[in-house]
């Protein structure tokens, strides 16, 4: 059972990542019932690990701050993209039974500045994409070295198992063939002790037949004496 477990556990785990494909597009959301541009990228997880590995990720580089129903992000640290100085917003929310992340301005920026700046808020959702999928996947390559070297460890013990109960079944049929010469040995000892019986029986009546004729012959002595004068 625990091996049919294991197969499918393997099996399962080694099919995602070759078949992901990054769905990040321009998007606008509406927080605190006005529009912000920004976005948004799709990803096939459920949305709770999304979340988790999202707002995990964004700590490591800003402060984040929970609010009503969306996170404020200030102090965006990256060495590639410039985001330190703007206010962002963000919200991880279900599509389709997936995780899409929505990294949007918090504020109102010029035409130039909005442009160059929607493709850093791109390049962070791609590079956080890609950061999930791998960590996915390292999780996959994770599990299935444990599954290895769980299967390893139960086929020495298999192999150790094995070279015991050869051990235990020499044991057993020298046992066997030990026994089977004591039986041998004492049918035989049966068979002289029924002969002997026998033999006794026989001789025991002949013994009987034996007194019985010198009791006969005896009392005729014993007849012959009183007739002597």
């Not at 009503?68 to 985001?83: D, G, H, I, P």
């Not at 960590?135 to 015991?164: C, F, G, P, T, W």
């Amino acid at each position: 059972m625990k091996r049919h477990i294991l197969l499918a556990l393997l099996l399962t785990s080694s099919v995602g990542l070759f078949a992901q494909s990054y769905d990040i597009k321009q998007e606008t959301q509406r927080v605190n019932n006005t529009k912000y541009d920004g976005y948004a990228s799709i990803v096939d997880a459920s949305v709770d690990k999304v979340e988790d590995f999202w707002l995990e990720y964004l700590k490591e580089n800003a402060k984040v701050r929970r609010k009503r129903n969306y996170y404020q992000v200030t102090e965006f640290v990256t060495s590639k993209y410039a985001l330190d100085s703007l206010t962002l917003f963000t919200r991880v929310t279900d599509v389709d039974s997936l995780g899409q992340v929505w990294l949007g301005f918090g504020e109102k920026l010029s035409p130039d500045i909005q442009a160059a700046k929607l493709k850093d808020l791109e390049g962070v959702l791609q590079k956080f994409t890609r950061a999930f999928y791998l960590d996915a996947q390292q999780q996959k390559i994770d599990a299935s070295e444990q599954a290895a070297v769980y299967v390893s460890k139960n086929h020495a013990k298999l192999l150790r198992d094995a070279e015991n109960l050869r051990l235990e079944l020499n044991s057993a049929e020298g046992y066997k063939l030990r026994l089977e010469e004591q039986l041998e040995n004492t049918i035989l000892e049966i068979k002289v002790l029924i002969q002997k019986i026998e033999d006794n029986k026989i001789a025991t009546e002949e013994a009987y037949q034996d007194l019985q004729q010198i009791n006969k012959v005896l009392e005729q002595n014993k007849a012959d004496l009183k007739k002597i004068n």
